[in-house]
């Protein structure tokens, strides 16, 4: 089998603070073959940006640590990179999309110094070379009037028009791999749509794979082609997109699907009450022994509270979930 682009194995993130040790993310394992669009969900806190970040080791150390595991790619090992050959890497070979356009770009640089810097490091043009480059780049992230818009600061965009720099940015290198986490928090909801199909044209004309971090399942549906499902820190579900919306096999990710809100009217004329999941996502400042899921899982048993749930493919279609009982009806 062809090695694929990306690889992470028993990934494992670690936070020092003064209340103790936060295990924000615990044998993680996943990966993303060339021009592929993974989906990563789950509610906040689950470990979704701290494992985006990690594959470009932009967490803060301390408090952040690497406790262990494998970040493999393009066959090349990234946990042992030096620091030089890092930064070579990111905006390169790898692009990233922050999960903020507010508060992304530095303040202090106009849009064009900040568009052109990536590809005069890393693809040695000169200075009107790029200009003209992140020209035509702005034109195709559908910014008005692109000329006026390398003179100006951030503050003087409205957010979606600096979601589109950062996007431009992102791809400007034309990288093999684009991490967007989150990418449309803070815009409305035209916005978020046009944004994600941006990226998804973009990605798709340069054969570009996507790492897409998100909460929105309605998003994953229209973009993903796989979909990873997070939960505590840990992966708990694993399959192509199509199969996990026909039959999601982990009891967490069946209440992700029903607590979707539901529009259409009941026999009365009245919409049916929101499915929520009982309970709360247990603390990560201590291990959790068994499943985390257990406490809010109606079909959690003596093993289950015991024994940690190993994430194995579940039929010969790469569906994998990590649940002793995967499949009931939770």
């Known amino acids: 089998m062809t090695e694929p682009l990306l690889r992470i194995d028993q990934l494992r993130v670690r936070f020092d603070t003064p209340e103790g040790v936060v295990h924000a993310v615990n044998d993680v394992s996943f990966q993303v073959g060339a ?23 932009l967490l803060p150390s301390p408090p952040a640590r690497l406790a262990g595991g494998s970040i493999r790619f393009q066959g090349q090992e990234l946990t042992s990179l030096g620091e030089t ?31 052109t810097e990536g590809l005069r490091r890393h693809h040695g043009l000169s200075r009107r070379a790029a200009r003209e480059r992140v020209l035509a780049l702005l034109e195709r992230v559908q910014i008005p009037d692109p000329s006026r818009r390398l003179d100006q600061y951030p503050h003087e965009l409205s957010g979606g028009m600096r979601q589109r720099v950062m996007i431009a940015i992102a791809v400007a290198c034309a990288p093999s791999l684009l991490i967007a986490d989150e990418p449309t928090t803070a815009l409305d909801v035209t916005i978020q749509a046009q944004v994600l199909d941006l990226i998804g044209e973009l990605c798709e004309a340069m054969g570009t794979a996507v790492i897409l971090v998100t909460h929105d399942l309605g998003v994953v549906g229209d973009v993903a082609d796989r979909v990873v499902v997070m939960y505590a820190g840990r992966v708990v579900e694993d399959a192509a997109v199509d199969d996990l919306f026909s039959r999601p096999l982990h009891p967490y990710t069946q209440g992700l699907f029903a607590a979707r809100p539901n529009l259409t009217p009941t026999v009365a004329g009245q919409r049916a009450r929101l499915t929520e999941i009982p309970g709360m996502v247990p603390s990560l400042r201590a291990g959790v022994t068994g499943c985390a899921f257990a406490p809010r899982c109606r079909a959690a048993t003596a093993q289950c509270r015991a024994q940690t749930p190993l994430l194995r493919p579940f039929d010969s279609s790469g569906h994998a979930v990590a649940c002793h009982h995967a499949g009931g009806d939770a």
């Open 85 to 115: 050959a890092l930064r070579q890497l990111r905006g390169d070979r790898i692009g990233m999309v922050f999960q903020e356009p507010m508060t992304s770009l530095n303040p202090v640089l106009t849009i064009g110094r900040r568009l």
């Open 35 to 57: 021009g592929e669009t993974l989906a990563i969900v789950g509610e906040s806190g689950c470990g979704k940006s701290v494992t985006a970040l990690s594959i470009l080791r």
